[in-house]
């Protein structure tokens, strides 16, 4: 089930879709034959396209998703103590070749370094850092404990786990190794309510500290140029993390998991 996740999940992203829309319709056209559905295709594939790799409605929806928690500050913790600091895995790699900052996803980094910062405001909690990698020989738990330590975390206060291969997954794990203590739950801005969400299923109650924001206020600020409304690589992969949690809440929802 796993595998079948990971192996179909990519095709239902934006570009995927538009792309096999344009194939679609470039076929139908080439063919000669039900000229109208190619007309179609083509120009539905064009316009999911132009609609996802603009400011517009990408900037507007990951936001949503983005601001359902504040960032965490000690205030957050409404008088709990909290004992634990939960950092979610966010990708790395496994060339020997890099440095841990290039074999660590920049998301898995701005995780690791706010987790640290938490920790640090809570002298008494301890780093659990989580994460097993599918595609990779050391698990990632491994390479954020080692650049904790090189930052100059205590390595008494670090906890790893290593086997688990997706936020459901490292939902089941906290459970069972924090269990009822409070803790606070460090992840990526744009997957913090799905991880909040599938940690509730477990009958766990975590504190947000949502990171790695890829929308900005100053953002939609901005005064409106031509060079805006241009198509842009970066609002496309936004639209594909939109897409992607959307779809792993879904995902986790039919299967009874949040």
């Known amino acids: 089930m ?23 319709g470039v076929l139908l056209l080439w063919s000669g034959r039900r000229k109208r559905a190619g007309v179609l295709a083509v120009t539905l594939g064009t ?22 928690y504040p960032y965490y500050t000690p205030a ?18 496994d060339d020997p070749s890099l440095p ?9 980094i701005a995780r690791l370094v706010e987790g640290i910062r938490i920790a640090r405001q809570h002298p008494g909690a301890r780093l659990f850092l989580t994460g097993g990698v599918p595609e990779s020989i ?4 491994h390479l954020l404990r080692e650049l904790s330590i090189d930052l100059g975390f205590p390595r008494e206060r670090i906890v790893i786990e290593g086997k688990t291969r997706d936020t459901e997954e490292q939902a089941v794990a906290i459970r069972q190794v924090v269990g009822r203590d409070a803790f606070v739950l460090v992840t990526s801005a744009s997957h ?5 969400a599938l940690c509730r299923r477990q009958g766990l109650e975590p504190i947000p500290a949502p990171t790695a924001h890829r929308i900005r206020r100053a953002m939609r600020r901005e005064p409106l140029t031509l060079r805006k409304l241009y198509p842009s690589v970066y609002y496309l992969d936004a639209a594909t993390t939109l897409v992607y949690e959307r779809l792993g809440l879904l995902w986790a929802r039919l299967r009874g998991n949040a």
């Open 76 to 93: 957050a913790a409404a008088g709990r103590e909290v004992k634990w600091v939960v950092v979610l895995s966010g990708g790395s790699n």
């Open 100 to 108: 841990l900052t290039g074999r660590l996803s920049p998301e898995s």
């Open 192 to 196: 913090m309510a799905r991880s909040v």
């Open 138 to 141: 050391r698990p990632e738990s």
């Open 47 to 68: 316009g999911l396209l132009l609609l996802f790799s603009s400011p517009f409605f990408p900037g507007w929806a990951l936001r949503r998703l983005e601001q359902q």
């Open 2 to 24: 796993f595998l079948f996740k990971k192996l179909v999940s990519p095709l239902l992203f934006p570009l995927p879709v538009s792309v096999l829309l344009l194939l679609a």
